[in-house]
């Protein structure tokens, strides 16, 4: 039979520990071990839920009656856009629910195949190459974030989806803005419209002089409009810019802050694969999502009622001592089926397997080139992305030994 929840709400933690750069918020352990599924208060005055348990949390991402819709969601933290939202724009599947989410879905699941990433390998491995090649020539002190991690992921969206590569920086800036979580609402729609502008030209390029490349595929499509092109063409080149370079970046920093881990992964190329799933958990750099129930849901012995905002601590889940053993830990060797790092259900990341080769490759690549590799600062001084949506590390100064 469910039961009443406890009578005090929770707010929303948010606070790291100092010196903890890649733990969760502290609160949500002490949350996650006294209810993993606790009563959360809301800066506008809602009452809905917090999921911080992994049983929870994949439960919830995988049900149907949880929308994603962002009109009916309340926002947990007090610096926030103003709530209601209105609804997703033309072609943002993160905001829509079936079925106009798996009709976009399906036009797009073929793309991203495992089969089909994987033959991408070669060229993601060229880029790397020359990335690295580049990192020896301007020796030691350099950004990892700006000379490694963000240019890798970022050529290999763009010559998936057919993307200038030349006009990088042109659009850098607003998808920077818009995962930035406390930019002004103003800010966040110039940002918007300044990429919705570029990929609407290029829909059009690619309507009248198809190339091969993925966003020149979907413009033939007599079953997609012109909005819905230029929404998913947006959609696409945001996540694909921004996610993978953070993974990067900070799993950079985390081998760099347990060189024993970085040594497994110099001198045993088979973990790669493991490898990139633990550092997926343990990092979970898309610690948050938030849902709102559709009709009455019991789990865990409470009824979420429908119209309530549940706020799913995906970063937390990760670190469910329930799930895994010594969650805290960082091991390279570790079993991690079931981390949600890529998120669960059918709003799972449908660039998961385009982010995992990318990882696979860049990562080992390079702290087999510089096995030397260290930060050039103090760990403390590194700065963090904080007040971003997908968190990690805002630059890495690193250096090495040169021969």
Same mark, same amino acid.
């Given at each position: 039979?469910?039961?009443?929840?406890?009578?005090?709400?929770?707010?929303?933690?948010?606070?790291?520990?100092?010196?903890?750069?890649?733990?969760?918020?502290?609160?949500?352990?002490?949350?996650?071990?006294?209810?993993?599924?606790?009563?959360?208060?809301?800066?506008?005055?809602?009452?809905?839920?917090?999921?911080?348990?992994?049983?929870?949390?994949?439960?919830?991402?995988?049900?149907?009656?949880?929308?994603?819709?962002?009109?009916?969601?309340?926002?947990?933290?007090?610096?926030?856009?103003?709530?209601?939202?209105?609804?997703?724009?033309?072609?943002?599947?993160?905001?829509?629910?079936?079925?106009?989410?798996?009709?976009?879905?399906?036009?797009?699941?073929?793309?991203?195949?495992?089969?089909?990433?994987?033959?991408?390998?070669?060229?993601?491995?060229?880029?790397?190459?020359?990335?690295?090649?580049?990192?020896?020539?301007?020796?030691?002190?350099?950004?990892?974030?700006?000379?490694? +991690?963000?240019?890798?992921?970022?050529?290999?969206?763009?010559?998936?989806?057919?993307?200038?590569?030349?006009?990088?920086?042109?659009?850098?800036?607003?998808?920077?803005?818009?995962? %930035?979580?406390?930019?002004?609402?103003?800010?966040?729609?110039?940002?918007?419209?300044?990429?919705?502008?570029?990929?609407?030209?290029?829909?059009?390029?690619?309507?009248? +002089?198809?190339?091969?490349?993925?966003?020149?595929?979907?413009?033939?499509?007599?079953?997609?409009?012109?909005?819905?092109?230029?929404?998913?063409?947006?959609?696409?080149?945001?996540?694909?810019?921004?996610?993978? +370079?953070?993974?990067?970046?900070?799993?950079?920093?985390?081998?760099?802050?347990?060189?024993?881990?970085?040594?497994?992964?110099?001198?045993?190329?088979?973990?790669?694969?493991?490898?990139?799933?633990?550092?997926?958990?343990?990092?979970?750099?898309?610690?948050? %999502?938030?849902?709102?129930?559709?009709?009455?849901?019991?789990?865990?012995?409470?009824?979420?009622?429908?119209?309530?905002?549940?706020?799913?601590?995906?970063?937390?889940?990760?670190?469910?001592?329930?799930?895994?053993?010594?969650?805290?830990?960082?091991?390279?060797?570790?079993?991690?089926?079931?981390?949600?790092?890529?998120?669960?259900?059918?709003?799972?990341?449908?660039?998961?397997?385009?982010?995992?080769?990318?990882?696979?490759? +860049?990562?080992?690549?390079?702290?087999?080139?510089?096995?030397?590799?260290?930060?050039?600062?103090?760990?403390?001084?590194?700065?963090?992305?904080?007040?971003?949506?997908?968190?990690?590390?805002?630059?890495?100064?690193?250096?090495?030994?040169?021969?």
């Amino acid at each position: 039979m469910p039961h009443e929840p406890s009578a005090q709400p929770v707010a929303m933690p948010t606070e790291r520990r100092a010196g903890c750069p890649f733990d969760p918020a502290h609160e949500l352990a002490t949350i996650q071990e006294r209810q993993p599924l606790a009563r959360l208060s809301f800066p506008d005055g809602h009452t809905g839920w917090l999921a911080t348990g992994h049983s929870a949390v994949r439960a919830l991402l995988a049900d149907p009656r949880i929308s994603v819709r962002y009109e009916l969601l309340h926002y947990p933290y007090p610096d926030g856009p103003e709530f209601p939202l209105p609804p997703a724009p033309v072609g943002d599947m993160l905001g829509l629910d079936a079925p106009q989410h798996t009709r976009f879905r399906r036009k797009l699941m073929g793309k991203f195949t495992v089969r089909r990433m994987r033959q991408l390998s070669e060229r993601v491995a060229e880029i790397t190459e020359e990335h690295l090649d580049a990192l020896e020539r301007s020796g030691p002190g350099t950004d990892l974030v700006e000379a490694y +991690a963000r240019p890798i992921p970022a050529l290999m969206i763009c010559e998936l989806l057919g993307v200038p590569y030349a006009d990088r920086d042109a659009f850098q800036g607003n998808v920077t803005t818009m995962f %930035t979580s406390d930019a002004p609402m103003e800010a966040r729609t110039a940002a918007m419209q300044g990429i919705d502008e570029f990929i609407r030209g290029l829909v059009r390029e690619k309507r009248s +002089a198809p190339a091969d490349d993925l966003l020149s595929d979907l413009t033939q499509d007599p079953d997609l409009s012109e909005d819905e092109l230029t929404g998913l063409g947006g959609l696409l080149l945001a996540a694909g810019l921004d996610t993978t +370079a953070n993974m990067i970046a900070h799993g950079a920093f985390a081998l760099l802050s347990h060189p024993k881990q970085a040594e497994l992964l110099r001198t045993e190329p088979d973990l790669a694969d493991r490898a990139v799933e633990e550092l997926m958990r343990y990092l979970t750099v898309a610690g948050t %999502t938030i849902r709102s129930a559709l009709a009455d849901i019991e789990i865990d012995g409470q009824v979420i009622r429908a119209g309530e905002t549940v706020v799913l601590s995906l970063d937390a889940a990760n670190r469910d001592p329930a799930k895994f053993a010594d969650p805290d830990s960082l091991d390279l060797r570790r079993e991690t089926a079931g981390q949600l790092g890529f998120g669960h259900g059918a709003h799972q990341c449908l660039g998961q397997q385009l982010a995992r080769v990318e990882l696979k490759i +860049a990562m080992p690549a390079l702290f087999t080139r510089f096995p030397t590799l260290r930060l050039a600062v103090a760990p403390e001084a590194v700065r963090l992305r904080t007040n971003m949506n997908i968190y990690g590390v805002v630059n890495l100064p690193v250096a090495w030994d040169e021969e």
